[in-house]
């Protein structure tokens, strides 16, 4: 029953910080630095969990191939390539990489 209660508690304070930023925004302008700023969290918290995904808490459990395959996507997409092409690639040189070191 506590965890039930836990549950509901950080359902109402995240529902409650959600909506305080509208109502203490109202309808004011934001800076163009906090807009700029705004945009970048989603690549941040992108970033972080494919650090967390692939590496975990402890660097030894990386599995470098995945990691270079990922990177592989990444610098393809960065190149202006279409999202299946970039996956693909990546998927391509994470088994190429992993036939390699056997």
Do not use: N, Y
């Not at 965890?3 to 909506?19: G, H, R």
């Amino acid at each position: 029953m506590r965890i039930w209660f836990s549950v509901l508690a950080m359902t109402v304070i995240s529902w409650l910080m959600k909506a305080s930023a509208p109502l203490i925004i109202g309808q004011r302008k934001l800076p163009p630095a906090v807009i700029r700023m705004t945009a970048l969290t989603a690549p941040v918290l992108l970033a972080g969990l494919i650090v967390t995904e692939l590496g975990g808490e402890h660097w030894q459990d990386v599995d470098w191939t995945q990691l270079i395959g990922v990177g592989t996507a990444g610098g393809l997409c960065l190149a202006k390539v279409p999202m299946l092409l970039a996956v693909g690639g990546g998927i391509v040189v994470t088994a190429v990489v992993r036939l390699s070191l056997r």
